[in-house]
């Protein structure tokens, strides 16, 4: 299948269409990926940094990778890939982006309709009183960082070994359930329930379409078509291929 064909069906799908996306995506903007060359989960035991009960046990730990993270994050800028989706959906062929990242960088980007699977760093809460404040204003000195109350903060993501939260998880099975052409890009397909969703709108007849470097789990199983390249370039190609087909 050509990029033409991709484009013609994304023409036809308009606003139904969909992009699931991961860490890739935003890794030509300088944020580091969990997986693979240069991944934090190469450097650091996830279930020692990033587990529900880790944090419990020992906020600072979490807080000693999270803490950089959303310093880092204040002078990260959206690249093509995030700009492109934000295009397409601006033009009325992509009605949704469900990404699994943490970053904010796709509604930076001017993407309107985000669905956040894993959360968003840029909101922290008390785990003692709940309140909420955003991180730009968090004491993030002196970690872990504190409520006034005493309480230790920490960002509305989702860690593992916990559940995804029934909002965006009901809301994406339900755009999976109906889309007419899928975007996955950027995901190593490898973290459940995340990764079940294109399977989810194949099943319901949408076209896989993936865009990554390098082959996945799902490219053998669930993808019909593999564009291989950074989504930097090879969404701002798919943009221009819509664009044309549109017209
Ligand atoms: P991963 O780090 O597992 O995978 C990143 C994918 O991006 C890989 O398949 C890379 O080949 C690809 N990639 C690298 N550079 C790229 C580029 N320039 N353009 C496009 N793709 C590129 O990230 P996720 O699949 O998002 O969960 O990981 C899923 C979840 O695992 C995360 O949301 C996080 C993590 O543990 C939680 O924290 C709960």
Redesign the pocket.
Known sequence: MTLEDIAKRMVEGGKSNAAL?????S??SGVP????KG???EKVD?VEF?HIEAFRRDPAKYWSIRGPFIRDLRSIRPNA?HEALAALEADGMLGAVIT???DGLHQEAGSRSVIE??GNVAVLYCVECRRRIPSAEAPLDDLPPRCGCGGVLRPD????GEAIPPGPMIRSQEIAGSCAVMLV???????QP?ASIPLIARRAGALIVE????E?PLTEAVSDVFLA????EVLPRLLEAVRRAGR
């Open positions: 996306t991961g860490a890739g995506i890794v030509e990926p969990f997986r693979g991944g934090l989960w996830p990033a890939g699994q990242n943490i699977f894993h993501v989702v860690m593992f890009v950027g995901t190593s397909g490898v973290v995340a865009i990554n470097p390098d996945t390249g950074k989504s930097g």
